[in-house]
C-alpha cells in the first residue's frame, strides 16, 4: 500500500439531507476547482424522502433523485472537473439502470452505497446485484468503485474494492474504545476483525467482540500493553476525586467529569488511551492502516469531523471530509493541512 496521502472530499449531501436543508451545486463545484490537490470529488448526490420517515420514499421520488443526481454529475463535468476526478453514487434503492447509465458514459470509478437502515445480509444482496456489473467476466475490475460506510470485514471483503470509507475509528474512540487485533498462531491478525476494549472508566456496557481492560486476564492485559507500547502509549492512569459543588475542570489538565451530578471528577496521573481521546485515536488509526494492508481493498479513507491534534491526522494519510462542513474554519485548516501534506514529497 502506498503511502501517499489521498484526499476524498464528499459533498455532504446525506448530513445536509438529514437536516432537510440543500448545497448549492455552482459553490461546490467552485470549491472543488479551488481545491485542485484533492484527489476525487464526489458528486452532488440527491437523497429521496425525508430522514427516518420511509413513507415518504417513493418509487417516483427514488427515481427523480436518481435523475437529479444524474444531472448534477453533468453539470459538474460541464463545469470543468475531469470526469476521472468526479465519483457519482449508486445507492442501494436505485434503479439499476442508473448504474449502467453511469457505466456506459463511461465513468471510470463509482461510489456505491448501502443503505444505512439496511442489515449485513441486506447490504450483501444489493451488491450481489452490482457486482455483475462492475466486474469481468475473468474476475477483474471493470471500473473503480467506492463503497460508502462500507466498515465491516465482511464487506470489506465481498469484493475487489478500489476504496472505502469509514467514522467507526473515531466514534469507537469517542466511546472510550481502541481496536485491538485477535492473534493467529500467537501472531496478531489483522485480517479478522477487531476487538474493541473498552480503556476509559467511562466506557459504555460491553457488547459482542468487546470487553473492558479491567476485565482481561494478566496474559492478555500484558499483550495490550505491548500493542499499546508498539504504537507509541501507554494505558494511563487517572483517579476519581469527590470535589465540592461549583468546582470548575481544569481542561489543560485533562480533567473531565465522572459524574457532574455527585461532583465526581476524572482527574489525570498519566496520560494515555484511558484518559485521552487523541491516543485512543491514533491507536485506531495505526490498526485501520494495518488492515487494508491485508484485506482486499486498496485504499480506506478515514472519514468523521477534523481532529484538533495534528499528529493524529498526519497518521491517517487517506481522509474523507466534507463540503457541507467547510463553512468552519476548522474543517478549512484541515483540508489545507492534508493538501500540504498531499503535495509533499515521499
Sequence with gaps: ????????????????WSKGATIDLDSYV??????????????????????????????????ASCKASWDNYQEMLRQGLPKAKVIP?????????????????????????????????????????VKPYIFNRDGSMAVRTHGFAVTSYRLMRYMDWWSVDSASWKLSAAWGGIYFPTTTNGQDDYSQPPLLV?????????????????????????RLLDYLAAAGVSLGRQKIVQESAGYRLDREDGETWYDKKRH??????????ANNLNDRLLVNARFVRKANR?????HIYFAGAPVPDEQVERALRNRLLSF???????????????????????
Design 30 to 63: 467552485a470549491f472543488c476547482h479551488a481545491h485542485p490537490d484533492v484527489d476525487y470529488f464526489v458528486n452532488l448526490d440527491v437523497i429521496p424522502g425525508k430522514m427516518f420517515q420511509k413513507r415518504t420514499v417513493t418509487v417516483e421520488g427514488t427515481e
Design 198 to 222: 473498552g480503556v476509559s472508566p467511562m466506557s459504555p456496557t460491553v457488547q459482542k467482540r468487546q470487553q473492558h481492560v479491567d476485565s482481561m486476564s494478566p496474559r492478555v492485559k500484558a
Design 294 to 298: 491485508v484485506l482486499p481493498v486498496r
Design 324 to 346: 457541507h462542513e467547510m463553512k468552519g474554519a476548522s474543517c478549512l485548516r484541515c483540508l489545507a493541512f492534508h493538501e500540504q501534506l498531499r503535495t509533499q514529497p515521499t
Design 1 to 16: 500500500m502506498s503511502r501517499r496521502h489521498r484526499i476524498l472530499l464528499d459533498s455532504g449531501a446525506f448530513s445536509v
Design 89 to 129: 453514487v449508486y445507492h442501494q434503492n436505485d434503479d439499476l439502470k442508473w448504474l449502467r447509465k453511469y457505466l456506459e458514459f463511461g465513468t471510470p470509478y463509482v461510489g456505491i452505497s448501502p443503505a444505512n437502515d439496511s442489515t449485513t445480509e441486506g447490504k450483501l444482496r444489493y451488491l450481489d446485484t
Design 264 to 273: 465526581l471528577v476524572l482527574k489525570v496521573m498519566e496520560r494515555g488511551v
